[in-house]
T-cell receptor, first 112, second 110 residues
Framework: DADVTQTPRNRITKTGKRIMLECSQT?????MYWYRQDPGLGLRLIYY???????NKGEISDGYSVSRQAQAKFSLSLESAIPNQTALYFC???????????FGPGTRLTVT | SQQGEEDPQALSIQEGENATMNCSYK?????LQWYRQNSGRGLVHLIL?????REKHSGRLRVTLDTSKKSSSLLITASRAADTASYFC??????????FGEGTQLTVNP
């Protein structure tokens, strides 16, 4: 089984809808991250969490919120989706040293 | 804004040739990492080089770091069709936050 899983893998939703993307990991890592990837722009950090009680905004947090339900679970929510949030979303984890990050397979989100 | 800028944006070579990708960054770093992404999939960590290192090898990969020029290069020797992917550099200034470049799309033609 994959160490970092994301659900759903693909999602099409309409403008104004609330949507949640979920991430689970079996690596036992404390640190978890949410990124979005747009064509030609690389990955940009949305939110990150160093443990269950620690949540931090990243580079582009506006329009997003997160929840760290447990060490192994980190969810990303779009409260009211808009078309420019159409992107590929990745969850990642790292250990306390915070060096190498391990990525999930991604969620392709389309907002119409 | 993105910390890293990669050059070239796209590279097409023949199998067996070497591929070189470059990354420039703007601020001081603790380490620089290279990741690989197959089309539409998650990123996979390839290699990390610390700010006090100048060169590092891993299999067919060679990474150099020049902190005075704020630049790094990734060399893939004897490329294979399976090396076709996007390659990203990522810098870490403090803690574990990474800032990614925009990537180089490598195509290795059989």
């Amino acid at each position: 089984d994959a160490d970092v899983t994301q659900t759903p893998r693909n999602r099409i939703t309409k403008t104004g809808k609330r949507i949640m993307l979920e991430c689970s990991q079996t690596k036992g890592h404390d640190r978890m991250y949410w990124y979005r990837q747009d064509p030609g722009l690389g990955l940009r950090l949305i939110y990150y969490s160093f443990d269950v009680k620690d949540i931090n905004k990243g580079e582009i947090s506006d329009g997003y919120s997160v929840s760290r339900q447990a060490q192994a679970k980190f969810s990303l929510s779009l409260e009211s989706a808009i078309p420019n949030q159409t992107a590929l979303y990745f969850c990642a984890t790292s250990d306390l040293r915070g060096t190498e990050q391990y990525f999930g397979p991604g969620t392709r989100l389309t907002v119409t | 804004s993105q910390q890293g800028e990669e050059d070239p944006q796209a590279l097409s070579i023949q199998e067996g040739e070497n591929a070189t990708m470059n990354c420039s960054y703007k601020t001081s770093i603790n380490n620089l990492q290279w990741y690989r992404q197959n089309s539409g999939r998650g990123l996979v960590h390839l290699i990390l080089i610390r700010s006090n290192e100048r060169e590092k090898h891993s299999g067919r990969l060679r990474v150099t770091l020049d902190t005075s020029k704020k630049s790094s290069s990734l060399l893939i020797t004897a490329s294979r069709a399976a090396d076709t992917a996007s390659y990203f550099c990522a810098t870490s200034a403090s803690g574990s936050r990474l800032t990614f470049g925009e990537g180089t799309q490598l195509t290795v033609n059989p």
